[in-house]
């Protein structure tokens, strides 16, 4: 998918050419490749192409995560208002005129509060009332909090110049990868990368999230540390996908879903393939999203389109092996 993605766009490059471009940047000498071909690999399409893989594979790693540690096949950063919290956040870095790092700052902190609200909503009506499915709860809350933060990014865009500002926040808010810059990159792969550590290492024990509290507790684990650390790491990684291309839906909720009926449940398995099957996803998407049309196809409208009736039927598939 990486071979093709290079490959492909109004500026086709062929296999051979791809391998000479990357010889001659490592080794020296002169490639055999048209005119301009270093700068269209090396710095449009190849940075944009490793922020699809990059962003593709942190949203399928964090709704793993959260549907782990939520013990709920329904969560992902967009139905948890995760993605709309950071996206709240950077609309108003946006509007703000602030560079890219202080943009990814506020992206953190909106999805962080986001989560946090969400989570202590639902936790607080099914310890108060009780007798509520806390699944159902913790949907519901992320579904209210997730549209009480849409008409804040709204009322970001009403209050935005309608001639600079509204235009680049609207296009943002669609996800693209068009303007990926090498310095965009050099931002948020160390933060997806130090945000994926945690899970990583933390891998067999997160397992332990799947069970009741009081099981996990008897099996010598800190859950509220264990739970902080897995929801500030999904958060951070999903904030700074945000931060860099926009609203991208599905890859956190589908991906997850498609790698259990593969692997199961088990984490240490489970991650790893998430993020490899969601990059390459969102890889695929990019490059159908650039390709098939005169302008480009925005992802985040593809993933919807793509993801609907994939998760449809992955449901079906789930509904056949429980009979």
Not at 152 to 165: E, H, R, V
Not at 221 to 236: H, K, P, S
Not at 245 to 262: E, F, N, Q, T, Y
Request: proline share 5%; aromatic share 6%.
């Amino acid at each position: 998918m990486v071979l093709l993605a290079l490959s492909v766009g109004r500026f086709p490059l062929s296999v051979l050419e791809l391998f000479s471009l990357v010889g001659a940047k490592l080794f020296g000498g002169t490639a055999n490749a048209p005119e301009n071909a270093d700068l269209v690999l090396f710095s449009i399409r190849g940075p944009r192409i490793v922020a699809a893989f990059a962003v593709g594979a942190a949203l399928a790693a964090a709704g793993a995560a959260y549907q782990n540690l939520f013990r709920n096949p329904l969560v992902s950063p967009d139905i948890l208002g995760v993605s709309s919290g950071a996206a709240l956040g950077a609309v108003v870095g946006i509007l703000m005129a602030l560079p890219i790092v202080a943009i990814q700052g506020l992206a953190f902190v909106g999805g962080l509060a986001a989560v946090a609200a969400i989570y202590l909503i639902g936790n607080s009506l099914v310890s108060k009332h009780g007798g509520h499915d806390p699944v159902l709860t913790l949907v519901l809350a992320g579904v209210v909090i997730g549209s009480l933060l849409g008409s804040g990014i709204a009322l970001t865009k009403y209050l935005a110049d309608p001639y600079n500002q509204l235009p680049a926040i609207t296009y943002w808010l669609l996800g693209s990868f068009a303007s990926i810059t090498k310095k965009d990159l050099a931002v948020a792969l160390p933060i997806i990368v130090i945000a994926t550590l945690p899970l990583i290492a933390l891998r067999w024990r997160i397992n332990l999230l799947a069970l009741p509290d009081d099981e996990a507790r008897a099996l010598g684990q800190d859950v509220g540390r264990l739970r902080l650390i897995v929801i500030v790491a999904a958060t951070l990684m999903t904030a700074a996908s945000v931060a860099i291309c926009g609203i991208v839906g599905w890859v956190g909720l589908v991906v997850p879903h498609a790698v259990r009926l593969l692997v199961g449940a088990e984490f240490s398995r489970l991650l790893p393939l998430a993020m490899l099957i969601g990059g390459t996803f969102m890889l695929m998407v990019d490059t159908i999203g650039r390709s098939i049309a005169q302008i480009e196809v925005p992802p985040g409208v593809l993933t919807a389109a793509l993801g609907t009736p994939v998760f449809i039927w992955l449901m079906a598939a789930t509904f056949r092996r429980a009979r």
